[in-house]
């Protein structure tokens, strides 16, 4: 088993290298689909994420208001903290169970959008970082997500800096260029996973 750590800043393009990387055939551990589902309602998560933030942070049917508490937790650095003091542990626990249940011959790559802020790279046989120049990302983020530019701009600078998640790859795509330009690239990564 290979065991990858892949990640990129908000607007980098990883989800979509993601996808490709699965339909090769590898087996994705998604933190942030995992962080959805350790806060759903009933879950222990969303208790405590409740006692943490307050009864304000739920929505009228009882699920978590992810925009009104990612707007009180990108824009205060001690919140993000107690955030991710509650959810990360549990994400880290799921994650460890599906790479368990993969084969011995699989490339399990997690996907986590905060390996480098979280120190995580140790974790990992090798960390590939999706590469965007800040302003790809502010424009991606702008246009295709419909974020203020402001609240995009909170994001970005919540996370880790460009040069900082470079310092710990072993692989980078480059993706400040069109579609059709990732897919060759993340087909060359796959090809250096698989005989890794």
Do not use: C
């Amino acid at each position: 088993m290979v065991k990858v750590g892949l990640t990129g800043g908000i607007g980098a393009g990883k989800s979509e290298v993601s996808r490709l990387l699965a339909s090769y055939g590898a087996v994705i551990v998604d933190a942030d689909k995992i962080a959805r589902e350790v806060v759903e309602p009933g879950t222990p998560g969303l208790a405590a994420v409740v006692e943490e933030f307050g009864e304000d942070i739920l929505a009228a049917d009882g699920t978590l208001d992810r925009p009104k508490l990612g707007a009180l937790v990108f824009s205060d650095q001690e919140k993000l903290k107690a955030l991710n003091a509650i959810v990360h542990p549990l994400v880290g626990a799921r994650s460890a169970e599906l790479e368990a249940s993969a084969g011995p011959d699989a490339v399990v790559v997690h996907d986590v959008p905060l390996l480098t802020e979280n120190g995580l790279a140790p974790l990992y046989d090798l960390v590939v970082v999706v590469d965007a120049a800040p302003q790809t990302q502010l424009d991606r983020l702008v246009r295709l997500r419909g974020m203020a530019e402001d609240e995009a701009a909170r994001r970005m600078a919540a996370q880790a800096t460009r040069e900082e998640r470079l310092a710990i790859a072993d692989l980078v795509i480059d993706n400040d260029g069109p579609l059709e330009a990732l897919e060759p690239q993340v087909r060359k990564v796959w090809e250096r996973l698989r005989d890794a």
